[in-house]
Nanobody, 119 residues
Framework: QVQLVESGGGSVQPGGSLRLSCAAS????????MNWYRQPPGKQREQREL??????????DIADSVKGRFTISRDTARKTVYLQMNSLKPDDTAVYYCNVHFWDARNYWGQGTQVTVSS
């Protein structure tokens, strides 16, 4: 069983920064990617947006909506993935979820962490 625990969310003014962390426990051998999604207010689970992804080989992909402002990284030894968010905008307000996807199509989700960008 895999468990994911996010941390680092909070409230920040526009232009500010936050760093989210996602710590995995359990066996993540066979994971092909770890990802950050977000679900804005009023959106359904099915409408979660993929924000950033890091593959098992270290390749990163960033959504166009946050490119140049967000970066994803990982600490393999700690089984932790990070999302550095800079130049935050009100449109970035959402619950941010960590996800791990396996080659056999299993998916696991964290409980989410709230990010609020407001003046």
């Amino acid at each position: 069983q895999v468990q994911l625990v996010e941390s680092g969310g909070g409230s920040v003014q526009p232009g500010g920064s936050l760093r989210l962390s996602c710590a995995a426990s359990g066996n993540i051998f066979g994971a092909d990617s770890m990802n950050w999604y977000r679900q804005p207010p009023g959106k359904q689970r099915e409408q979660r947006e993929l924000v950033a992804s890091i593959s098992s080989g270290g390749r990163t992909d960033i959504a166009d909506s946050v490119k140049g402002r967000f970066t994803i990284s990982r600490d393999t030894a700690r089984k932790t993935v990070y999302l550095q968010m800079n130049s935050l905008k009100p449109d970035d307000t959402a619950v941010y979820y960590c996800n791990v996807h396996f080659w056999d199509a299993r998916n696991y989700w964290g409980q989410g962490t709230q990010v609020t960008v407001s003046s």
